[in-house]
């Protein structure tokens, strides 16, 4: 099997093999992209299998750690079983680390697989249907702010904006062209904003697609910096009461509905689960924002046969108020590579570790790992790859 980045004349051949793998219509006009590297497996000469990584930042602790987003992971049906897409996933995990990804995401089709390769669950993506009673309902702000629609000349401080409030929420993406083509947002059919004295107090993103007798309105980014920017924009759905019955709203900022909104005590979500994978601890540890914390220090032993430039023997060790991971040390605590994502995000504890099997060694030599952390709600992303 011969594993290489993929080139432009290999367009057919991916498209056919995503076309049946994930009934894709829709040919691409080009395969290699800005802010995109794939590679291909092939065996008898053909293309064999495919997949791609984008170029991405993800949010941890206010900073944003480069991360690569695996998508688009297709076998042929006529090689599958012979080890293609754990070749492609094991070539890709040394490419990342080539190209400075400490970090990988996905969204997993058969979530053993990618288990068996280091991935792990993380975080959520997630989106809630508002019952429009619910949306009028909502408090109205103390400033009314006029908004109006949005132009070109709107697309940095649109993601200044939402930059402002992403960065607060781990897990997020930082959207960083050229993976993101901002100018994009404007080919929805509602883009609105609320300028303010700095900038944008904040935005609505918005699609209306069919569904049910009146269709649906599917609100992407509804972001608002400050208190009265997201009840301006709550309020601004309140115009299509009597238009619609419900409002499909993606979760950007988990405040808006947890803490604002007025859902019911039952309301229909519909929540992807992502699965992080460090690819490499120690410049992960290194780009990663941190709480404050004392002094302290963990032994590790980490256990990755798929990444042994991170695995055995080392040290997380905080001082003066940077982390960085030390060579050596006794291995008190030992993790397996599917711990690493989860405690990474700060999605699962060492005690949820340890019970999953993940993890061993004294709970209190682990208790540091979760006092480095310091979590704070669950990683989300509002981005789909």
């Known amino acids: 099997m011969h594993i290489r980045e993929y080139v432009e004349d290999d367009l057919d051949a991916v498209f056919r093999l995503r076309k049946v793998a994930f009934n894709s219509t829709e040919r691409p006009e080009r395969l290699v992209r800005p802010g995109t590297h794939g590679l291909v497996a092939e065996l008898d000469g053909q293309v064999a299998g495919v997949l791609s990584v984008g170029a991405f930042g993800q949010f941890y ?42 970090v990988s995401a996905l969204y997993p089709t058969v979530p053993t697989f990618y288990r068996g390769r280091g991935w792990e669950r993380a975080g959520r993506f997630e989106w809630l249907e508002i019952p429009m009673d619910r949306v009028l309902s909502v408090p109205r702000p103390a400033e009314l702010i006029a908004s109006r629609p949005a ?39 509602l883009v609105s904003v609320l300028p303010g004295p700095d900038g944008l107090r904040g935005y609505l993103t918005a699609k209306r697609e069919p569904g049910g007798d009146m269709g649906r309105l599917k609100v992407f980014d509804l972001v608002g910096v400050d208190l009265d920017a997201q009840l301006n924009l709550l309020a601004s759905l309140k115009s299509w009461a009597g238009t619609l019955e419900a409002i499909d709203l993606r979760v950007v900022d988990p405040a808006t509905v947890d803490l604002l909104g007025a859902t019911p005590l039952r309301y229909s979500v519909q929540t992807s689960t992502w699965m992080l994978r460090v690819v490499d601890l120690p410049a992960a540890v290194a780009a990663r924002g941190w709480p404050r914390t004392g ?10 046969p798929h990444a042994p430039w991170h695995a055995g023997l080392c040290r997380i060790v905080a001082s003066d108020g940077v982390v960085r991971v030390e060579p050596g040390g006794s291995g008190a605590v030992r993790m397996h590579a599917r711990a690493l994502g989860p405690w990474f995000a700060g999605f ?38």
Not at 61 to 87: E, L, N
Not at 296 to 304: C, G, I, S, T
């Open 348 to 385: 699962q504890n060492t005690h949820a570790l340890r019970r999953a099997g993940l993890l061993e060694g004294d709970p209190a030599d682990a208790v540091a790992l979760d006092q480095l952390v310091g979590s704070a709600g669950v990683p989300r992303l509002a981005d789909f790859f």
């Open 61 to 102: 602790g206010g900073a944003a750690v480069p991360m690569g987003g695996i998508g688009g992971v297709a076998v042929d049906g006529a090689f599958r079983g012979r080890g293609v897409a754990a070749a492609l996933l094991d070539a890709a995990i040394g490419v990342m680390r080539e190209h400075g990804q400490p």
């Open 295 to 304: 002094d302290l220090a963990v032994d590790l032993e980490v256990v990755d």
């Open 151 to 189: 132009g070109e000349s709107d697309l940095t401080a649109l993601r200044d904006c939402y930059l402002e409030v992403a960065r607060t929420i781990d897990g997020m993406a930082d959207r960083r062209p050229p993976r993101i083509d901002l100018s994009k947002v404007l080919e929805m059919d």
